[in-house]
């Protein structure tokens, strides 16, 4: 079941992970969302690029799941269930969370530095790491 309902769970993970980043982009550059969308064309949002990005997400519940079925040594098949729903979500919040810190930041130092001081936005927790977006390029909207 895990390996019907996992590569699911990975495609919304990816797809909301994709929106958070670009409504990012869309704020740090203040462009609006469909502009900073498009810009979305690094690496990561290509197909050929985004495959092990992709993979990760739809194989971290399964993964995560039959890890748990090998580890635990229940009697109580519900016990044993939830125990690899809990691991298999943890996983999958694992590689969400490497994704956004790989790739919340606009990359070559697209930002505005009001906007998102280094790149990071504001209401980033400071105890989370996040690439560096390099430093500013001079980058300015012209709207």
């Known amino acids: 079941m895990a390996f019907a309902v996992g590569p699911v769970l990975g495609l919304i993970a990816d797809f909301r992970a994709g929106g958070l980043i670009s409504s990012t982009w869309s704020s740090c550059m203040d462009l609006p969302w469909q502009t900073a969308y498009d810009i979305t064309d690094d690496p990561r949002f290509d197909l050929v690029g985004d495959f092990p990005m992709l993979a990760a997400y739809c194989l971290a519940f399964p993964l ?26 943890l996983a999958l919040f694992a590689v969400f969370a490497v994704d956004l810190t790989s790739n919340l930041s606009p990359p070559r130092g697209n930002y505005l530095q009001s906007r998102c001081p280094h790149g990071v936005p504001p209401w980033w927790p400071a105890f989370l790491p996040v690439r560096d977006s390099g430093p500013p390029s001079g980058f300015e909207h012209r709207g």
């Open 64 to 89: 995560g799941c039959l890890a748990t079925l090998l580890v635990v040594r229940s009697r109580d098949r519900l016990t044993v269930v939830l125990a690899g729903s809990a691991v298999g979500l």
